[in-house]
């Protein structure tokens, strides 16, 4: 059995300029939902994934994408991140449905209180009709014009292993990502990092916001208001982080319901793992109507 499918923005492009955008998710069963809390050990406060485990972890999600059938996390290496963010996104809405409940502390000294953000995931996700162009091209007038395009998680994972300072790193990030310079020349490609540092400064500054502004992308920073206090919050998240904390705090339910219907039906827990989400509340729900004297019918057709 299949997860549901998404498009992609980018997608995955072929030696021949081949386009594979339509993704789709492995199933959405009791066994992906273990593996993705395992993969992803999330502790409270600020946390980081590495670019190697996030590309593992969506490989695991991903069934297909395009042409390609069950790609591996060199392949997930190279979608862009907006893309990555995305399957991350329709694996959460998969799993745990199209509502996200974040609580967030206002950031306003006095006030700190808790508040609730309630989103649809629906309403964060970029308009993938169209496919994003393979590359943009940022213009700073009289100055040139740079052929650059995403950054993807191989550039990521390459950055990964670059000492150095801040300005090191972005010098690493945007050789990588820039195709050609054009500065009232002819285009030619960045040598290496120190070149991205020698270009017109209102050069690098467009190339940046193109690279910032362009890609599509789910919305993954949002502003706030408090209802305490009335300050505007930033709220950002990481949607592979996200995914990985809920399904955390939902692992020891996961055992508790694999227990309960192993117990009950006499099926292992492979068979049990096997079934989406939906298909194992259901068969609950059913248990708990059978065990109490309900009505079977009451447990069924409720979602
Ligand atoms: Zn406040």
């Given at each position: 059995?299949?997860?549901?499918?998404?498009?992609?923005?980018?997608?995955?492009?072929?030696?021949?300029?081949?386009?594979?955008?339509?993704?789709?998710?492995?199933?959405?069963?009791?066994?992906?939902?273990?593996?993705?809390?395992?993969?992803?050990?999330?502790?409270?406060?600020?946390?980081?994934?590495?670019?190697?485990?996030?590309?593992?972890?969506?490989?695991?999600?991903?069934?297909?994408?395009?042409?390609?059938?069950?790609?591996?996390?060199?392949?997930?290496?190279?979608?862009?991140?907006?893309?990555?963010?995305?399957?991350?996104?329709?694996?959460?809405?998969?799993?745990?449905?199209?509502?996200?409940?974040?609580?967030?502390?206002?950031?306003?000294?006095?006030?700190?209180?808790?508040?609730?953000?309630?989103?649809?995931?629906?309403?964060?996700?970029?308009?993938?009709?169209?496919?994003?162009?393979?590359?943009?091209?940022?213009?700073?007038?009289?100055v040139?014009?740079?052929?650059?395009?995403?950054?993807?998680g191989?550039d990521?994972?390459?950055?990964?292993?670059?000492?150095?300072?801040?300005?090191?790193?972005?010098?690493?990030?945007?050789?990588?990502?820039?195709?050609?310079?054009?500065?009232?020349?002819?285009?030619v490609?960045?040598?290496?990092?120190?070149?991205?540092?020698?270009?017109p400064?209102?050069l690098?500054?467009?190339?940046?916001?193109?690279?910032?502004?362009?890609?599509?992308?789910?919305?993954?920073?949002?502003?706030?208001?408090?209802?305490?206090?009335?300050?505007?919050?930033?709220?950002?998240?990481?949607?592979?982080?996200?995914?990985?904390?809920?399904?955390?705090?939902?692992?020891?339910?996961?055992?508790?319901?694999?227990?309960?219907?192993?117990?009950?039906?006499?099926?292992?827990?492979?068979?049990?793992?096997?079934?989406?989400?939906?298909?194992?509340?259901?068969?609950?729900?059913?248990?708990?109507?059978?065990?109490?004297?309900?009505?079977?019918?009451?447990?069924?057709?409720?979602?």
């Open positions: 059995m299949s997860g549901p499918g998404l498009t992609l923005g980018r997608g995955l492009i072929d030696t021949d300029g081949g386009r594979h955008r339509d993704a789709v998710l492995a199933a959405p069963d009791g066994r992906l939902e273990l593996a993705l809390a395992e993969a992803v050990r999330v502790t409270p406060g600020p946390v980081r994934v590495p670019p190697a485990v996030r590309h593992r972890v969506l490989a695991a999600c991903l069934e297909r994408v395009g042409d390609y059938e069950e790609p591996d996390a060199a392949l997930v290496a190279a979608l862009s991140r907006g893309d990555a963010d995305l399957v991350a996104l329709a694996v959460r809405e998969a799993l745990l449905g199209p509502t996200l409940a974040l609580v967030v502390r206002c950031a306003n000294p006095v006030c700190a209180e808790l508040c609730d953000v309630d989103l649809e995931l629906a309403d964060l996700l970029p308009d993938t009709r169209e496919p994003e162009p393979e590359w943009f091209v940022a213009e700073a007038e009289g040139g014009r740079v052929v650059l395009r995403p950054v993807t191989a990521d994972e390459a950055l990964e292993g670059v000492p150095g300072s801040p300005a090191t790193r972005t010098g690493a990030l945007m050789a990588a990502v820039v195709r050609a310079v054009d500065v009232g020349g002819d285009a490609p960045l040598p290496d990092p120190d070149a991205w540092w020698a270009l400064a209102p690098r500054t467009a190339a940046l916001v193109a690279l910032g502004r362009r890609p599509l992308a789910p919305t993954t920073a949002l502003q706030v208001g408090c209802p305490a206090c009335r300050a505007v919050n930033e709220v950002r998240f990481d949607p592979i982080v996200l995914l990985g904390r809920e399904l955390q705090a939902g692992a020891g339910r996961l055992l508790l319901e694999t227990h309960c219907l192993a117990f009950h039906y006499g099926w292992s827990e492979d068979a049990v793992l096997d079934l989406p989400r939906d298909r194992r509340w259901t068969y609950l729900a059913l248990l708990r109507a059978q065990l109490t004297g309900q009505p079977l019918e009451t447990a069924v057709g409720h979602g």
